[in-house]
């Protein structure tokens, strides 16, 4: 069965980076892209940005440009969002997503909460 | 930039009510609109593709319907355990989720 599995709880300064996995299993990997979605104490759903894992072609959202980075590693299935110069507004849920042509988010990891405090 | 407008924002109904959510595109979409459920603490679960393809697995009480500005996602008999907030999402441009509407039971 599908599912994406991601890395831990985080908790970081304001300024600093976190980089959170997502690591994939039950399906071709390289057959689908990766989006990332957060989501802050309370709020909505925030799309930041999908990663193909066939070639590594991104898109960012505008808001996050310069300050995201995705990757993938197909050797071990596993996709990586990284967010630096951290603000107390990134504290959030950051959810992985399997995107069905890249856009169609039909399995999702288990959130990662990342709290951004001094 | 498409803006989405997705309404109310809550609702109240009871059991076996017929729920209806709505979604508007500020241009036109197409077709290119979904539907997701989030529970308290949990990743959203896509209920709704393209409109009105109900994702296998989710039961047929669900469904979507619309295409070029207006949609609409209805529960026609609403049950304790879809309590919960719903979301639209486009993607004719780059994925946006509307602001999601939350289902209580009255």
């Known amino acids: 069965q599908v599912q994406l599995v991601q890395s831990g709880a985080e908790v970081k300064k304001p300024g600093a980076s976190v980089k959170v996995s997502c690591k994939a299993s039950g399906y071709t990997f390289t057959s689908y892209g990766i989006s990332w979605v957060r989501q802050a104490p309370g709020q909505g759903l925030e799309w930041m940005g999908w990663i193909s894992a066939y070639n590594g072609n991104t898109n960012y959202a505008q808001k996050l440009q310069g300050r995201v980075t995705m990757t993938t590693d197909t050797s071990t299935s596993t996709a990586y969002m990284e967010l630096r110069s951290l603000r107390s507004d990134d504290t959030a849920v950051y959810y992985c997503?399997?995107?069905?042509?890249?856009?169609?988010?039909?399995?999702w990891g288990q959130g990662t909460l990342v709290t951004v405090s001094s | 930039d498409i803006q989405m407008t997705q309404s109310p924002s809550s609702l109240s109904a009871s059991v076996g009510d017929r729920v209806t959510i709505t979604c508007q595109a500020s241009?036109?979409?197409?077709?290119?609109l979904n539907w997701y459920q989030q529970k308290p603490g949990k990743a959203p679960k896509l209920l709704i593709y393209?409109?009105?393809n109900l994702e296998t697995g989710v039961p047929s009480r669900f469904s979507g319907s619309g295409s070029g500005t207006d949609f609409t996602f209805t529960i026609s008999s609403l049950q304790p355990e879809d309590i919960a907030t719903y979301y639209c999402q486009q993607y004719d441009n780059l994925p946006l989720f509307g602001g999601g509407t939350k289902v209580e039971i009255k």
């Open positions: 241009q036109d979409i197409s077709n290119y």
């Open positions: 997503a399997r995107g069905r042509q890249l856009v169609v988010f039909d399995y």
């Open positions: 393209d409109a009105s």
